[in-house]
């Protein structure tokens, strides 16, 4: 599998913040974190851990019960040619 670049890019295009999985309370947990990513001039660090664009960062720690996917759909996961679902629980 592709290794997906963590930027402010691949963030944008990302279709996470939009899946029935992603519930409002991870996506508020998530939001200040980023949030933060867009702020900073290079973009996020590589070790930093961020519950969004899962399929760059592995697993989230927040979701617990598979909703719907929106993988297939992603601009990310096209242009990367990845060929799974559910990174949020898989991991990258």
Same mark, same amino acid.
């Given at each position: ?17 939009? %899946?029935?999985?992603?519930?409002? +309370? =991870?996506?508020?947990?998530?939001? #200040?974190?980023?949030? !933060? ?24 720690? %927040?979701?617990?019960?598979?909703? +719907? =996917?929106?993988?297939?759909?992603? #601009?990310?996961?096209? !242009? ?13």
């Amino acid at each position: 599998m592709a290794i997906v670049e963590k930027s402010k890019s691949n963030h944008f295009q990302c279709r996470c913040k939009f %899946c029935p999985t992603f519930s409002l +309370g =991870c996506l508020a947990k998530a939001a #200040p974190k980023v949030a !933060k990513i867009f702020v900073i001039p290079d973009g996020p660090k590589k070790e930093d851990h961020v519950e969004n664009m899962f399929c760059a960062y592995g697993r989230s720690d %927040c979701i617990k019960q598979k909703q +719907g =996917c929106k993988c297939p759909t992603c #601009p990310v996961h096209k !242009k990367y040619d990845l060929d799974k679902v559910y990174y949020c629980f898989g991991g990258e």
